[in-house]
């Protein structure tokens, strides 16, 4: 079976929450990466895989070496999914503070 995974899945995991991290600033091997962590590689690999395919980092070859960058156009995707979101709450919680407001009146 051959599930299509997406980019709220990818970062559901904090495993690969921490990777988004890492790679946000610099580009890494899998080496790299895995060395951040008390995991085996190939579990990290997968995690690695995940986040490819979800496109949250895209892969560059140069010789045997394959470097991993972060890919922060499929983020702007996740933030602009949650800005309504944020924006509902930001209302309620003005909302609140002038209520607060009134009742220490």
């Known amino acids: 079976m051959n599930l299509r995974r997406d980019i709220f899945q990818a970062i559901a995991d904090p495993t690969r929450r921490t990777i988004l ?3 946000a600033s610099q580009s890494m091997t899998a080496g790299a990466i895995a060395s951040n ?3 085996a590689r190939p579990t990290i690999s997968k995690h690695i895989q995940i986040l490819t395919e979800c496109e949250l980092l895209r892969q560059e070859q140069k010789g045997r070496e394959i ?3 972060f890919n922060p156009n499929k983020m702007k995707e996740i ?3 949650l800005l309504p979101f944020a924006k509902m709450w930001d209302d309620k919680f003005n909302k609140l503070e002038a209520v607060m407001k009134n009742y220490k009146s």
Do not use: G, I, N
Request: glycine content about 0%; proline content about 0%; overall charge negative.
């Open 37 to 39: 962590f008390d995991t």
């Open 21 to 23: 991290l890492l790679l």
């Open 79 to 81: 933030a602009e999914w």
């Open 67 to 69: 470097s991993y960058h």
